[in-house]
């Protein structure tokens, strides 16, 4: 039995029963794709049902607001996928509505790239294109034993050789799912049950004890430290302030709270002698508070970012001060929802 038939065998037997799976429809296959980039099923699967109820085709999509698009991501992260999402349907209905229908015109859309393009048009359009994601790089690393780092254009360029190798151009929709659910379910990255795995004979990676060895991966550069304060505003009437992110640049278009940034924790008068501090406070009479001694942290991919909240109580109404509830509402940015979610939960 060759590799891809030993591979839908294998798929067959073991495959999960996800609603994607059960369309043809481009669109859906692609909603699933952008938000399985960022997650895993499971955390996906709401994400795809919400999707689908509120943009059930992609001239809904293109005519929402790119706000109730970023608000119906908030929690998956990486919010330039969600505005090319948008974007992408846009440019979808300005040619007349119809998916693009093969591997080449996908990719003129925003946000697809080599692997969507290869996905969409194998799992809806059948078409022989090989999906290479991280499952694939590590299934064929493993299998036919290469170490050449899977983020070097080399590696790239060779698993995808090696992929649309392997491909079978009878049933390219089931070899692309099938390698995928691998990877995912059998080939796992920590301790994979190689006992039971169709392929523990021809795999060189178990033949030479090397699991844990491959894929490889070059290692990638410093992270860097940044401090945010942010200033959580509370008018007399309870209200609070936000301001909206560029629209370039990290959680563009997102909203939080002004912020000082600065190379560490700060005491309190450092912070309200700090110029950002002054430029949304001047003239205005308040009395501050630190919200968590231990500053949230989220990492990025070079970046690692410790939050601190500060609550400052003014003692004068401001015009652009709105509802807490206004607020939550907004689409924020993952360190925001932590906020709210820690110290600002909603009632019941
Ligand atoms: S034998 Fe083990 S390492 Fe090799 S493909 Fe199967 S699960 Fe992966």
Redesign the pocket.
Same mark, same amino acid.
């Given at each position: 039995m060759n590799f891809s038939n030993k591979l839908i065998s294998w798929y067959q037997l073991n495959k999960r029963d996800l609603p994607w799976r059960h369309t043809l429809d481009p669109y859906y296959i692609w909603l699933s794709e952008i938000i399985l980039q960022q997650t895993r099923v499971n955390q996906g699967l709401p994400y795809y049902e919400r999707f689908v109820e509120t943009f059930p085709n992609v001239e809904k999509l293109a005519a929402a607001p790119q706000e109730e698009v970023l608000k119906l991501w908030q929690g998956l992260g990486y919010y330039s996928r969600a505005r090319n999402l948008h974007a992408a349907a846009m440019q979808v209905v300005e040619n007349g509505g119809k998916f693009p229908d093969s591997y080449a015109d996908l990719l003129k859309l925003k946000g697809i790239g080599d692997y969507t393009a290869a996905a969409i048009a194998s799992f809806a359009f059948n078409e022989s294109v090989a999906v290479v994601d991280g499952n694939v790089y590590?299934?064929l690393s493993?299998?036919y034993g290469i170490a050449t780092p899977i983020n070097s254009t080399s590696g790239i360029k060779e698993f995808k050789k090696l992929a649309q190798k392997l491909i079978d151009p009878d049933h390219p929709a089931a070899h692309n799912q099938a390698i995928m659910e =691998?990877g995912a379910l059998? /080939?796992?990255p920590k301790n994979?049950? /190689?006992d039971? /795995?169709? =392929?523990?004979q021809?795999? &060189?990676? =178990?033949k030479d004890n090397r699991?844990e060895e &491959?894929p490889v991966k070059i290692k990638k550069t410093k992270v860097l430290n940044l401090f945010h304060h942010y200033l959580v505003t509370i008018t007399p009437s309870g209200k609070t302030v936000l301001q909206e992110r560029p629209q370039s640049g990290i959680w563009a278009g997102l909203y939080e709270f002004p912020f000082v940034e600065a190379s560490g924790a700060l005491l309190p008068v450092e912070l309200t002698t700090a110029r950002e501090f002054k430029d949304v406070y001047n003239g205005v009479r308040f009395r501050e508070s630190v919200y968590n001694q231990q500053p949230i942290i989220h990492k990025l991919s070079h970046r690692k970012i410790h939050a601190y909240f500060w609550i400052i109580h003014i003692e004068t109404e401001v015009d652009d001060a709105i509802n807490v509830e206004d607020a939550r509402s907004k689409p924020l940015h993952i360190l925001m929802e932590r906020f709210m979610t820690q110290f600002w939960p909603q009632r019941a």
């Open positions: 590590r299934v493993r299998i =691998f059998q /080939c796992v994979p049950d /190689c039971i /795995c169709p =392929f523990h021809d795999c &060189l990676a =178990f699991i &491959l």
